[in-house]
């Protein structure tokens, strides 16, 4: 394989992604020529629309791969040869390699985030969890706690209809035993061990908890997947109340960890983007 590597993040509003910053410096720890680019539909002005041309362009340029967010990682799925199993279930691609002219996607948000996880808390995999929101984070989420071995996910969201759309596509892959859409979220917790956050509530600008603070008990793990903030609202209560934590930091840390060893075909060390990451 090669030592010199052109990629790119697709998505609107990435401006402060950190994943840019992520991607190059694992590069140059092992020594490679690896450039990593922005390109924000919002600064080019691109929609829905123009992402064939986008994928087509970096593919005829020369790059060699690609990471797809926001409005984009269902749009991509049509335009690739070929895409992961995972990325199938989840409707969802967030990583494009593109290699001998053909387009493969994966998706690493749902294989980081469970990375990060098991790493974390690793004597949780089999635990019952609530997952809070059900958009394509919390997909993600349930689906690698399935994946893992979790006994059973709650997935809760204020829009029922997104709750019970997630459930049918996970009982795609999992047995629907081990799965359900709540509406309860006190009565789901009460029976769980763990507790995701996987909506955008203690992003700046979005300040408050997800849930109640009362029904985050001691006895708890909590996770959260927002990093903007990288200590939210209720990863500070939690952390205070004596809960084992994992902070949002951990699937920004965990998908790029993926993506890069998909991008490049190298080990990536975990440890050593994740101190990078703490530090940008
Ligand atoms: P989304 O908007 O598709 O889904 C969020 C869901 O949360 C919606 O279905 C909404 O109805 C639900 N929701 C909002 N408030 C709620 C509440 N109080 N209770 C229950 N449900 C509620 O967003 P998404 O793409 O799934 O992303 C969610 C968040 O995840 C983003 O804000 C982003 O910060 C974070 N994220 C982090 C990473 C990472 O690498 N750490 C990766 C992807 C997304």
Not at 83 to 107: E, F, W
Request: proline fraction near 4%; glycine fraction near 12%; include cysteine.
């Amino acid at each position: 394989s090669g030592t010199s590597f052109a990629l790119g993040l697709v998505g609107a509003g990435i401006g402060r992604s950190l994943t840019p910053a992520m991607q190059e410096a694992e590069g140059r720890a092992h020594g490679l020529n690896l450039t990593y680019r922005r390109i924000d539909a919002e600064v080019r002005g691109l929609a829905v629309e123009d992402l064939p041309s986008v994928v087509h362009w970096a593919q005829a340029l020369g790059f060699d791969g690609l990471n797809i967010t926001h409005p984009f990682k269902q749009a991509v799925l049509p335009l690739l040869d070929e895409v992961s199993r995972a990325a199938d279930d989840l409707g969802a691609v967030n990583t494009v390699v593109i290699r001998d002219g053909r387009l493969v996607g994966h998706n690493t948000d749902w294989s980081g985030w469970g990375r990060a996880f098991r790493s974390t808390l690793p004597d949780a995999v089999t635990d019952r969890a609530v997952v809070v929101g059900a958009g394509g984070a919390g997909l993600a989420v349930a689906y690698a706690l399935l994946d893992q071995g979790a006994a059973h996910v709650a997935i809760h969201d204020t829009d029922i209809d997104r709750a019970e759309a997630a459930a049918i596509r996970l009982g795609k892959r999992f047995a629907a035993e081990r799965i359900d859409a709540v509406t309860d979220v006190a009565a789901a917790i009460t029976d769980a061990d763990g507790l995701v956050n996987a909506t955008p509530i203690g992003m700046h600008g979005h300040a408050g908890l997800p849930v109640p603070a009362a029904l985050v008990e001691e006895r708890l793990w909590v996770a959260d997947v927002v990093y903007f903030p990288l200590e939210t609202e209720l990863v500070a209560l939690a952390r205070g109340r004596g809960c084992r934590v994992l902070p949002g930091g951990g699937m920004a840390v965990g998908q790029a960890v993926d993506a890069f060893e998909l991008f490049t075909g190298r080990r990536a060390d975990a440890d050593r983007i994740a101190r990078h990451f703490a530090e940008l």
